[in-house]
C-alpha cells in the first residue's frame, strides 16, 4: 500500500522531510514615522503596531536590529497635507529626516522605502487629480521628484506603491541619469484594489476622500492581468516583483514565482493581521501557529521576501 503516513511518524523526520521553512532572513518589517515629537500612538485596529515620531522610535529599532530583521519599509505621515503631495519630495521632510538618522544610527538595517502620494495628499488619492481620477503620466514627474529625495536621503531601496503605468521605467531612468544606477527598485507590481488594506488607512491616515482605488489598483478578480502587470514591471527593470495583498492572493504568488527569475515578495497586510489578532484577542483561534502557518503558506507559495507587521513576533520565535 502506498503509506504517506511512514514519513509523519515523528518530529525528527518531519524536520527531515519539511519542504519550506521561514527564516529571520525572509522579513521585511513596516513602520510608520510621523511628524511631530513625543508620539508613540497605537493603531487601534493593529495590536502591537505603532506610529512613532522619530524622538521616539529608537526603542523599536533597537528592538528589531536584536532580532537580527534585516529590513524595514518606511512610511511617512507628513504634518501637512497638499493636493499634489509636495511633502514627499521636500529633503527636509519626514522620511528624508527619519532615511538620515536610521542610516546614522543603526547602519546594518537596510531602508526600504514606499513611493507614493496617499499619506500627503489631502484628498488621499496616489497622485495628481484631474477630471476626478488620478493623472498618470503627471504623476509619473512626482515620482521621478519623490525617489530622486529617498535616494539622495540615502534609501537602501526604492518601492513605488501607486500602480501608475510606466512608474518602473519613469523611475529607472531618472536613478540611473542621477548617479543612482545601484539602487534597487521593489516593485508593487501586482496591487489589488483590496479591502484587507482598511486598517492601514487608519494607521496612515490616506483612505481616499472620494471614490476608490479602482481606476488604478487591480481588480481582485484578474489572474491574467496580473501576469502583465508583473511582465511590464520586469521589462521596464524592477529588481524585485510584489504581490499585495498575500493571503488571499497566494495563486498570484506561485505565477510570478514560476514565469520570472526574480526575488517575489508578497505584502501581508494591515486586514490580514487585524485578523488574526482579532480572533486570537477573542481566543477563538491559536495567534501564534495561526501567524506561522499563515507565514508559511506564503514561502510555499513561493515568495522570497515577506513584508509583514508579523516580523517581530514570528522572529522571536524563529530566534528561539
Ligand atoms: C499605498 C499603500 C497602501 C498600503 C501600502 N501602501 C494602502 C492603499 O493602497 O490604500 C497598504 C498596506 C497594508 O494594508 O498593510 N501607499
Avoid at 503596531?49 to 532580532?67: T, Y
Avoid at 497566494?250 to 489578532?277: H, Q, T, W
Avoid at 514561502?299 to 514570528?314: C, Q, S
Wanted: proline share 4%; glycine share 6%.
Amino acid at each position: 500500500m502506498n503509506r504517506t503516513r511512514r514519513l509523519r511518524k515523528k518530529e525528527s523526520i518531519r524536520r527531515l522531510v519539511r519542504e519550506n521553512s521561514l527564516s529571520v532572513n525572509d522579513f521585511v518589517y513596516p513602520l510608520f514615522i510621523e511628524e511631530g515629537s513625543g508620539i508613540e500612538s497605537e493603531i487601534e485596529s493593529m495590536p502591537g503596531i505603532k506610529r512613532f515620531s522619530l524622538d521616539r522610535i529608537s526603542s523599536e529599532l533597537n528592538e528589531v536590529v536584536e532580532l537580527n530583521i534585516p529590513s524595514i519599509l518606511l512610511f511617512g505621515i507628513p504634518a501637512d497635507k497638499d493636493e499634489e503631495g509636495t511633502e514627499t519630495w521636500n529633503d527636509e521632510g519626514i522620511i528624508q529626516q527619519a532615511i538620515k538618522f536610521i542610516k546614522k544610527n543603526y547602519p546594518s538595517l537596510y531602508i526600504i522605502t514606499d513611493v507614493c502620494f496617499c499619506e500627503y495628499t489631502s484628498h488621499g488619492h496616489c497622485g495628481i487629480i484631474h477630471n476626478h481620477d488620478v493623472d498618470n503620466d503627471s504623476t509619473l514627474t512626482n515620482i521621478q521628484k519623490q525617489v530622486i529625495s529617498h535616494a539622495k536621503a540615502g534609501a537602501d531601496m526604492v518601492a513605488p506603491s501607486g500602480m501608475m503605468d510606466g512608474t518602473i521605467e519613469a523611475v529607472r531612468s531618472v536613478l540611473d541619469n542621477s548617479g543612482f544606477e545601484d539602487l534597487p527598485i521593489m516593485a508593487y507590481s501586482v496591487k489589488f484594489s483590496s479591502a484587507f488594506y482598511g486598517p492601514f488607512r487608519d494607521a496612515a491616515d490616506s483612505a481616499p476622500a472620494f471614490g476608490d482605488r479602482k481606476t488604478y489598483q487591480m481588480d481582485p478578480a484578474n489572474r491574467e492581468e496580473a501576469m502583465l502587470e508583473a511582465k511590464y514591471d520586469n521589462n521596464e527593470g524592477a529588481d524585485i516583483l510584489m504581490v499585495k495583498p498575500a493571503l488571499s492572493y497566494l495563486d498570484i504568488v506561485r505565477d510570478l514565482k514560476n514565469e520570472f527569475n526574480k526575488p517575489i515578495a508578497c505584502y501581508n497586510v494591515s486586514g490580514e493581521y487585524a485578523m488574526v489578532k482579532a480572533a486570537a484577542q477573542k481566543g477563538w483561534i491559536d495567534g501564534e501557529k495561526v501567524m506561522m502557518e499563515s507565514l508559511t503558506s506564503m514561502k510555499r507559495a513561493g515568495a522570497d521576501i515577506i513584508i509583514t507587521y508579523f516580523a517581530k513576533e514570528a522572529a522571536k520565535i524563529l530566534n528561539k
